[in-house]
């Protein structure tokens, strides 16, 4: 593990943790966070399931390709995972049980098939999903068959079914506007 992920766990109680911020950091895949911490003092740190009260998780260009093992966390509410290497595998936030999740983003991944979506209509909760600048997003109707995949979404890029902007947008969200201008216009 980098000297610079370890750090970013090395935290006195990660019970008393709401938010990680693991952006940047190379993590090659979600069991990297879940490897036990050596006994030895200079390399302690906390593993990601250590994390109980975590309420977001943000592993943005991290160069992530895998999310197996993801842990349950069962207050988070939101996991951003832009600009990593993802094109499937996400069945394995599904069987974490996340059923507090609220806001997923995964723009800027390597989606190319909605199909592997299927498995995140398990999480109930979810309302607000992330596919700008994945190859999915490039296709006509993309945000409709999202839709149809996972009912329970009020916005797919930022936008609702009717294509207007939600009124609560993040700030990769407004970032990307012209994006969205542009998508809206192929639909």
């Known amino acids: ?3 610079e992920l370890m750090q970013q766990l090395r935290v006195d ?13 190379e993590i090659s ?18 593993p990601l399931d250590h994390f109980q009260n975590l ?17 349950n966390l069962p207050l988070l509410r939101s996991v951003m995972l832009a600009d990593n ?8 936030l599904a ?22 979506l299927k498995p995140l209509v398990a999480l ?3 309302q607000h999903l992330s596919l700008a600048e994945n190859e999915v997003a490039g296709q006509n109707g993309y945000r409709d068959t999202v839709f149809e995949i996972l009912p329970q979404l009020i916005t797919v890029d930022g936008l609702d079914r009717m294509l207007h ?8 969200t407004r970032k990307t506007a012209p994006l969205l201008l542009e998508a809206r216009a192929r639909q």
């Not at 109680?13 to 950091?25: K, R, T």
């Not at 902007?165 to 990769?172: I, N, Q, V």
């Open 13 to 25: 109680d990660p019970m008393e943790e709401p938010e990680l911020n693991l952006d940047g950091l």
């Open 1 to 3: 593990m980098e000297p």
């Open 85 to 92: 290497h993802l094109s499937e595998g996400f069945e394995a």
């Open 55 to 71: 309420v977001k998780l943000s592993m943005s260009s991290s160069q992530c390709t895998s999310l197996e093992g993801f842990p």
């Open 165 to 172: 902007p939600a009124a609560t947008r993040s700030s990769r």
């Open 124 to 126: 109930g909760n979810l």
């Open 29 to 46: 895949s979600i069991q990297v966070l879940l490897e036990p911490p050596l006994d030895d003092e200079d390399n302690f740190y906390s």
């Open 95 to 116: 069987e974490a049980d996340l059923q507090n999740l609220v806001r997923l983003d995964l723009s800027g991944n390597k989606i190319s098939n909605l199909d592997v």
